[in-house]
């Protein structure tokens, strides 16, 4: 059955768009950039990072642009000094929660929180940071995991369950304690279910997840390798 | 998918997990069903590794998934539980009439120490401690929703309202004399 098409607006300009979609593929499908972290092409939207925010007329209320579907007649501005400031704050509260030191980051450069900081332009962070103790895993034999350095978009947990079908990583516990884990808390080199294909690594928006062997601004991720295969798999999310 | 490591847990409590999953084979949520029901089940109430890993395998979930879940809940005690719960609401309103006094109260009188939790900074962690001889857990919450009755304690299930140290120290008497 073909999908009913319908016709909402995006920053003033009429497009039309398939019924079910959200906001965020209509504006994609149709040129219009909406800032977000935590979305992935193909893979399934949760509303983690809150970068996505639109402000739709006739409501206070702030949406989140990847989980909101969208309605006939919709109204949606995607940039406006409100939304920066919030789009800003929610960027600064990533950056106090962990420790994020792009000075000695393998992704520096290359690092798609630290080019969001930039877009918004974030040169200070007005927050007390919190310095968090966490631990980095290398017991993988390929690649590393580095807390310090995760903005918990749960990426890696989707690119992992729903497109290598291995579904190693998961969130453990919640709010400030919640960390990603492999399998039950064991050491990412000891689960069994990993395939080391390293979808989860490219999928990273940070340095949280990298390849072994690079040194600072080394690690470039390839994105759209994880994104084409979507494509040519044909998977419908 | 992980192979059940079959065997490792006692069979009875095998046979106990697969009528569960039976029963609610099929449902959404089945999964906090069945851990509830096993951890009540064990004589520690709680969910020990193996036990995790025996209900992943038979439910045909990541084991991610699973410890995901049972981390997530406070419900689900991942490491074993003594014989009594006393636990101490650190809700705001039980906060501003003194239930930090009667935590450490408790604490000290289980011999638990004030070391670790919220003496490190961490006020608004759950903390979790239990006696040696497995008989006290003194753990925390952060509401239990009955802020008229502040400061709240809940002793082996049972609401205990307006507490103070006296009656915290009381109900640990009962309980140990009762054993």
Known sequence: ?237 | MPTPSLGSIPTDEQVFIDKLIAIRRGRPGALLGVLEATQERNRYKYLPLETLRYVAAKMEMPLARIYSVATFYALFNLQPQGENTICICRGTACHTRGSRNLLQGARLELGLGLDGGESDGNEADKLLLTTADQQFTVRTVACFGQCAMAPVVEVNHRICGHATERTLQREIETIRAGE
């Not at chain 1, 579907?69 to 406006?80: A, D, F, R």
Request: aromatic letters at 4%; hydrophobic letters at 40%; proline letters at 3%.
């Open chain 1, 1 to 237: 059955m073909p999908q009913k098409k319908i016709s909402i607006r995006i920053d003033g300009e009429l497009i039309s768009a398939l019924e079910g979609q959200t906001i965020l593929q209509a504006a994609k499908a149709n040129g219009k950039y909406i800032p977000t972290l935590c979305d992935l092409d193909g893979l399934t939207s949760v509303g983690a990072c809150r970068i996505c925010l639109v402000e739709v007329s006739g409501s206070e209320r702030l949406f989140p642009a990847c989980t909101t579907p969208i309605q006939e007649g919709m109204s949606v501005t995607t940039n406006s000094p409100k939304l920066t400031r919030y789009r800003r704050i929610s960027v600064e509260l990533l950056l106090i929660e962990r420790n994020h030191v792009c000075a000695v980051c393998v992704s520096n450069g290359h690092c798609e929180l630290q080019t969001m900081a930039s877009a918004l332009g974030i040169g200070t962070v007005g927050l007390a940071y919190n310095f968090p103790k966490l631990s980095i895993d290398m017991s993988h034999p390929r690649f590393v995991l580095d807390h310090n350095r995760c903005i918990l978009c749960t990426r890696c947990v989707r690119v992992c369950a729903e497109l290598e079908g291995a579904h190693m990583w998961e969130l453990t516990s919640r709010g400030i304690h919640a960390r990603i884990v492999s399998e039950m808390n064991e050491q990412w080199g000891k689960a069994t279910s990993c395939t080391s294909c390293g979808k989860c690594v490219h999928a990273c928006p940070t340095g949280a997840l990298a390849e072994k062997g690079w040194a600072v601004e080394e690690m470039v991720k390839k994105i759209d390798a994880v994104t084409s295969l979507v494509h040519r798999r044909g998977a419908q999310v």
